[in-house]
Structure formats: structure tokens, C-alpha cells
């Protein structure tokens, strides 16, 4: 007999919930981000040297991962597929946000560069954390 993907061998037990749970933090903290990044992207840019002509398009792309994390997160079943997109997506942002920070793209101020760094490592935690449920939810 076999289980669908997300699913326990035993009734009434939900092993996919944690990463549910952590697709579900992702999600609401990338939300709460992009509306802070588009709501403060005027005055943000002063002291983080990133221009304003950034912040939006950054904001806008942070609200529509939010949106995927949290439709992925309320699905009966969690796809690996889904999971494995959102690792990526975490693992090519860690990747961007560390290009940024040193590649003088943009003129960040020490403290921009410091909030780049920072942001990398939310998302590359992110990334750990949902690689983790995707073997899990793999493993079945």
C-alpha cells in the first residue's frame, strides 16, 4: 500500500508538519520583509545606500515568495517538487544577496552591506531548514 508524499504510514499523524511549519515562518517573515522594504524604501535608502529604484522591485519579488511559500505551505500534500523550487529559490537568493554585498553593484554603505549580510543568512538558514524537510519528505 502506498502513502502519499507528506503523509504518515499512520493515521492521524502528520509527519510533513514541521516543514509546514517552517514554509509557513518563511513565508510570513519574507511577507512582513517586503511590505517594510516597500514601505521604507525611501528612507532605507539613505542609511543603507540602496537605491529606492531597487527597494520596489525587491519588496514586490519578496511579497510574491511569500505568497508561493504560504500556498505551498497550505496544500493538503507537500510536493517535493514545491519544497525542492523553494530551496533553490533561498539557495539562489543567499547567493544574490551575497553578490550584491560585495560586488559594488550598488553603492552600499557599510551598514547596507551589513543588512545584505544579514539577509543571506536568514535565507541561507531557510534553505537549511527546508533542505532538512525535503529529505524527510523525500525519504517516504
Known amino acids: 500500500m502506498s502513502t502519499p508524499t507528506g503523509t504518515a504510514r499512520r493515521p492521524g499523524i502528520d509527519t510533513s508538519?514541521?516543514?509546514?511549519?517552517?514554509?509557513?515562518?518563511?513565508?510570513?517573515s519574507t511577507a512582513v520583509f517586503g511590505v517594510v522594504v516597500l514601505a521604507a524604501a525611501q528612507s532605507l535608502s539613505g542609511p543603507l545606500g540602496l537605491p529606492t529604484a531597487w527597494s520596489v522591485p525587491f519588496g514586490v519579488a519578496?511579497?510574491?515568495?511569500a505568497a508561493a511559500l504560504g500556498l505551498i505551505a497550505g496544500y493538503p500534500r507537500i510536493l517535493v517538487r514545491?519544497?525542492?523550487?523553494?530551496v533553490a529559490g533561498n539557495a539562489l537568493s543567499c547567493v544574490?544577496?551575497?553578490a550584491l554585498a560585495f560586488a559594488d553593484v550598488?553603492?552600499?554603505?557599510?551598514?547596507?552591506?551589513?543588512?545584505?549580510?544579514?539577509?543571506?543568512?536568514?535565507?541561507?538558514?531557510y534553505a537549511g531548514l527546508e533542505f532538512a524537510g525535503l529529505r524527510r519528505l523525500a525519504a517516504r
Open 17 to 28: 508538519a514541521p516543514l509546514r511549519t517552517i514554509l509557513r515562518i518563511d513565508g510570513w
Open 62 to 65: 519578496m511579497l510574491g515568495g
Open 82 to 86: 514545491h519544497v525542492a523550487f523553494v
Open 96 to 98: 544574490a544577496l551575497l
Open 106 to 125: 550598488i553603492p552600499l554603505t557599510g551598514f547596507g552591506v551589513a543588512f545584505m549580510l544579514v539577509g543571506a543568512l536568514v535565507v541561507a538558514v
